[in-house]
Nanobody
Framework: QVQLVESGGGSVRTGGSLTLSCVVSEHTYRSWSMAWFRQAPGKEREGVAFIRKDGDTNYADSVKGRFTISQNNAKPTAYLQMNSLKPEGTATYYC??????????????????WGPGTQVTVTS
């Protein structure tokens, strides 16, 4: 059974940095896609960053230049390096895992598996 385990959340002051990790286990995909989403209280879940096994990446406009997604293909692991964090970045961050055919990376329906989420709090 595919399981996603996230780590690295926490509390940081404005301008600080955090790195999130997501490890995937027991999958059978030859090619895959991984993404980070976030959801703040009262808001919809939104795509933050995306990476495909072949290295293709995408970012939400709001995080371009500050966040970097990377991966380790040996055991699918996605990292999200978050720099220059802002208070509006406060949310629960979720890792998502799907096959290599993801087309609309910011669409939650594209992903088959989700992690339980990790909280990121940015204080001013």
């Amino acid at each position: 059974q595919v399981q996603l385990v996230e780590s690295g959340g926490g509390s940081v002051r404005t301008g600080g940095s955090l790195t999130l990790s997501c490890v995937v286990s027991e999958h059978t995909y030859r090619s895959w896609s991984m993404a980070w989403f976030r959801q703040a209280p009262g808001k919809e879940r939104e795509g933050v960053a995306f990476i495909r096994k072949d290295g293709d990446t995408n970012y939400a406009d709001s995080v371009k230049g500050r966040f970097t997604i990377s991966q380790n293909n040996a055991k699918p692991t996605a990292y999200l390096q978050m720099n220059s964090l802002k208070p509006e970045g406060t949310a629960t961050y979720y890792c998502a895992f799907g096959d290599g055919g993801v087309e609309k990376w910011g669409d939650t329906d594209e992903y088959h598996y989700w992690g339980p989420g990790t909280q990121v709090t940015v204080t001013s």
